[in-house]
């Protein structure tokens, strides 16, 4: 089978591995059909967290089940299926607690030992606690099926940040970052009720469409400009800020426009970020909540939400290729010609 694979710094390739095959009884193998390139794929790709030549690459796909292991019980052969990008038991402690990322049989797509989204076909383990069935009205729906894809990951990671920041109906809430993230952290904040919802962020292209997902207003400054722009339109400061870019300057920003008592919730993942300013916190009970999503847990009620056309964040996916196209689609991620990448096969 074809998958991408790690080559080298900037540099990513399909190539023949060996084919996608059971080898748990509760592993199950999905000819994938759409994936996408995600924004936390260019740290790699850029050479940070020493990823190594060979690994497979991505964490966010769909597909159709091919196979299932003699242990598999929920999950059929013909079955559409989404998953998280973490497989997980769905049984042990953490899961029971909803929080699957840290399971203790679990782990991430792609790497060294484990099968990469970018790629013809997928081995599943855990299969029935970690893949999720799609109805099957939305076969053959284009539209609904690419509304449904961000749900692996970027759309469930922005409504953890919206439920880690405490968003509720009436919240005046700040969002910074205007990558795939931060866009549907803005609707995941207008799905829980936010009465105004400020996005920091300097692409227009990427404004506009956080205007149509319900930002109401946008803030293009930086750093302490931006800083005393949120404070002076809000009086003071947000209830909730959702953090969607993991560096120190976003969460020094985030720290800063907090209202007393407010909360920040944080999906960035960290990158040179590891101190924060905590007195400054103490002072005003400023609250820090989130980190990797436990997206096996969201997406049972935002599928609901879009297979019921309440939600649809498919407007991040602005452009799509095939499997060829993988190289070219980080190429235009990682010169920001594009906001997120689908893969269709
Ligand atoms: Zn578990």
Redesign the pocket.
């Known amino acids: 089978m074809r998958a991408t694979v790690y080559r080298n710094v900037g540099e990513v390739q399909v190539e023949n591995v060996p084919d996608a095959v059971i080898q748990q009884p509760t592993d199950a193998i999905v000819r994938i059909t759409h994936a996408c390139i995600c924004g936390s794929d260019l740290w790699f790709y850029r050479g940070f967290d020493g990823w190594k030549p060979g690994w497979r690459m991505g964490h966010e796909w769909m597909g159709i089940v091919e196979q299932v292991g003699s242990q598999v019980r929920k999950i059929k052969r013909g079955d559409r299926v989404i998953a998280p990008f973490a497989f997980?038991?769905?049984?042990?402690?953490?899961?029971?607690r909803g929080?699957?990322t840290?399971?203790?049989?679990?782990g991430f797509w792609g790497g060294a030992s484990n099968d990469g989204g970018q790629a013809e076909a997928i081995r599943a383990p855990?299969a029935d606690?970690t893949l999720i069935v799609l109805p099957p009205s939305v076969e053959g729906d284009d539209a609904m099926l690419k509304a449904i894809l961000p749900l692996t990951d970027v759309m469930s990671t922005g409504h953890h940040a919206a439920v880690s920041a405490g968003v509720q109906p009436g919240s005046k809430v700040a969002v910074i970052g205007d990558g795939a993230v931060g866009l549907c952290a803005v609707l995941a904040a207008k799905r829980l009720g936010a009465e105004r919802i400020i996005i920091l962020g300097r692409h227009q292209k990427r404004l506009d469409i956080a205007r149509q997902f319900g930002a109401t207003d946008m803030v293009t400054s930086r750093d302490e400009q931006a800083v005393s722009e949120v404070l002076e339109m809000t009086n003071g400061g947000v209830d909730s800020v959702l953090e969607c870019v993991g560096t120190k300057s976003s969460m020094d920003t985030a720290i800063s426009i907090a209202y007393p008592g407010g909360a920040i919730g944080y999906v960035g993942v960290p990158h040179g970020s590891q101190t924060i300013n905590l007195s400054q916190m103490f002072m005003s009970n400023i609250m820090l909540r989130g980190g990797v999503a436990p997206v096996r847990t969201y997406i049972p009620e935002l599928l609901a939400d879009v297979v019921a056309g309440k939600l649809d964040p498919s407007p991040v996916l602005d452009l799509t290729v095939d499997l060829d196209g993988v190289p070219r689609g980080y190429a235009a991620m990682d010169s920001r010609e594009a906001i997120k990448v689908m893969v269709r096969l």
Not at 88 to 96: I, L, N, Q, V
């Open positions: 997980s038991d769905g049984s042990c402690k953490y899961c029971s929080l699957q840290s399971c203790l049989q679990g855990l606690a």
